[in-house]
């Protein structure tokens, strides 16, 4: 006599069709201004940006990073990684802090 799971044709099922799919996140990308990151880490403190400043020099340091590398400057000469990686880590801390609404909202009100 044969046991049901022997006659069983099991399918794979995983439902996630609704999940924010993480894989799609451009690895280079990610990895890129995670070295960011880790210079702002060692340079400042884990999660230093989470105490709160002005957002306004998060907004200036990321205009001047894009800035420099649409002026045709690739390379920041502080960190000797690409000013876009910066821009992204810059674009990355500004909508961690606008989140948790952490520092001072100084953009300019109409």
Not at 53 to 63: F, I, M, V
Not at 78 to 84: D, F, K, M, N, W
Request: glycine share 6%; with cysteine.
């Amino acid at each position: 006599m044969e046991s049901k799971s022997e006659n069983m044709v099991t399918e794979f099922k995983k439902f996630d069709t609704d999940k924010v799919r993480m894989e799609l996140l451009p690895p280079h990308s990610l990895m890129s201004i995670a070295k960011i990151f880790t210079f702002g880490a060692k340079k400042y403190d884990d999660f230093n940006y989470m105490n709160g400043t002005k957002w306004s020099r998060y907004y200036g340091a990321l205009q001047r990073h894009l800035n420099a590398w649409y002026s045709g400057e690739e390379i920041d000469s502080e960190t000797g990684e690409s000013h876009l990686y910066h821009a992204g880590c810059c674009i990355m801390i500004l909508i961690e802090i606008q989140n948790a609404n952490v520092g001072e909202d100084n953009r300019p009100k109409k």
